[in-house]
């Protein structure tokens, strides 16, 4: 017999999938905007960090590479392969969340110096 192969692009894939199916976590119809919008809000939330300040250097280094992954791939499903952190909902999950923490982070100043100085054997570890 006559076999026929079908596959579908990532993009039309991702439309015809009605769930996540993950409880609590629906199904967002343009995800690749999302996470363009959200990569683009965090990096300009660490940029008013300090250059030297280590979460913002490695948030930004994350969030530049993802970035660049979903700006140029239109594809949901090679968006998920490349960024392999579960399905493209749970990534704009966790892009939101950074995006939270970074603006705790600047409230907070991690970076700044302590107000008292800790004990001589606080960090001491036996």
Known sequence: GICFSFTMSG???????????LTG??????PRKALIAVYNST?????????????????????????????NTEDVNAI??????GQIEEVL?????????????LEWKPWEP???EPLADQWKWP
Do not use: N, W
């Not at 991702?14 to 199916?21: D, I, K, Q, S």
């Not at 994350?62 to 970035?67: F, I, K, M």
């Not at 998920?80 to 952190?85: H, I, Q």
């Open 11 to 21: 993009r039309l894939a991702h439309a015809l999938r009605r769930t996540t199916g």
């Open 25 to 30: 976590l629906a199904r967002v119809a343009e």
């Open 43 to 71: 990096l300009d939330e660490v940029k008013k960090m300090p250059e030297t300040a280590v979460y913002r250097t490695h948030v930004e280094k994350l969030t530049e590479s993802r970035l660049q992954i979903v700006q």
């Open 80 to 85: 998920e392969e490349a960024v392999d952190a």
């Open 93 to 105: 999950q966790q892009a939101q969340y950074e995006l939270e923490l970074a603006q705790k982070m």
């Open 114 to 116: 302590l107000e008292e």
